[in-house]
T-cell receptor, first 111, second 113 residues
Framework: SQQGEEDPQALSIQEGENATMNCSYK?????LQWYRQNSGRGLVHLIL?????REKHSGRLRVTLDTSKKSSSLLITASRAADTASYFC???????????FGKGTRLHILP | DGGITQSPKYLFRKEGQNVTLSCEQN?????MYWYRQDPGQGLRLIYY???????QKGDIAEGYSVSREKKESFPLTVTSAQKNPTAFYLC????????????FGQGTRLTVV
């Protein structure tokens, strides 16, 4: 079962624009994480936000968490060609400590 | 350098054979995970282990087996009972006590020939 679901499934934007991806989940969580995956590679951790936090920043990344709506968003500002990748949210459920991933958003930055 | 290592990077299996994928970490993490990824898809949890000598089934455990005899090692065996094993397999570890992010290996691409 997928705990997290990202939206949109795919996104193409011009270089320099901002990219926003959303994630919804189903059960209570300890934390929510965002990862990036370049084609055929392992996942790279981007940012972790705990259930008692509402917003977090890391460089050009901004993550928000709304536990009442069971949703999170990832904003990448001033996008670059190197940001082209798939982005996944992952939730760490309180009930069983499993880390469950969504299906991801494929982001394509156009030159 | 601390990290998590998967081997081999590419693996070919004949139908009916069992194969074992290696995952080793030197991060002193208690928790380790195995995921399967199919083309254009997300990650699905196969097995996870929170402590040595203990592991739990994930969402798609059928046809797979694991062991956790050492803290740093969590090998995954893809058995002949797994009917569609061709996929990209990813191993991860995390520090459960600190409730922090998971670190991933570079993956093993398994192909049935």
């Amino acid at each position: 079962s997928q705990q997290g679901e990202e939206d949109p499934q795919a996104l193409s934007i011009q270089e320099g624009e901002n990219a926003t991806m959303n994630c919804s989940y189903k059960t209570s969580i300890n934390n929510l994480q965002w990862y990036r995956q370049n084609s055929g590679r392992g996942l790279v951790h981007l940012i972790l936000i705990r259930s008692n936090e509402r917003e977090k920043h890391s460089g050009r990344l901004r993550v928000t968490l709304d536990t009442s709506k069971k949703s999170s968003s990832l904003l990448i500002t001033a996008s670059r060609a190197a940001d082209t990748a798939s982005y996944f949210c992952a939730t760490d459920a309180r009930r069983d400590d499993k880390i469950i991933f969504g299906k991801g958003t494929r982001l394509h930055i156009l030159p | 350098d601390g990290g998590i290592t998967q081997s081999p990077k590419y693996l070919f299996r004949k139908e009916g054979q069992n194969v074992t994928l290696s995952c080793e970490q030197n991060l002193n993490h208690d928790a380790m995970y195995w995921y399967r990824q199919d083309p254009g898809q997300g990650l699905r949890l196969i097995y996870y282990s929170q402590i040595v000598n203990d592991f739990q089934k994930g969402d798609i455990a059928e046809g797979y087996s694991v062991s956790r005899e050492k803290k740093e090692s969590f090998p995954l065996t893809v058995t002949s009972a797994q009917k569609n094993p061709t996929a990209f397999y990813l191993c991860a570890s995390s520090n459960r006590l600190m409730n922090t992010e998971a670190f991933f290996g570079q993956g093993t691409r398994l192909t049935v020939v």
